[in-house]
């Protein structure tokens, strides 16, 4: 799991990274990260304290929050596809 949430709080929104894969899901989202196409996959994805994280692994655009966002939203139903 990699940190790729902004933020002061205390706790962290943390999702699942790949970097190989072939399909893309309604539950997943295509992000950029530092330059290189990642997966998130939003069935995948935990709250965690601040102090476990050892580093941030990128800043995310705005585009894709939103597109971990949507992806979140319509992994439980709370969106159409």
């Known amino acids: 799991m990699r940190q790729i949430d902004r ?7 943390i999702v699942d990274l790949r970097t190989r ?17 990642r997966k998130t996959m939003a069935d995948q994805f935990a709250t965690v304290g601040k102090q ?8 995310p655009s705005i585009e894709d929050l939103r597109a971990v966002g ?12």
């Open 7 to 13: 933020g002061d709080a205390e706790t962290r929104r």
């Open 21 to 37: 894969f072939s399909d893309l899901y309604t539950c997943e989202a295509l992000i950029d990260l530092n330059g290189e196409p």
């Open 52 to 59: 476990r994280l050892q580093s941030r692994l990128a800043t």
């Open 70 to 81: 949507r992806a979140i939203r319509v992994q439980p139903g709370l969106s159409p596809s």
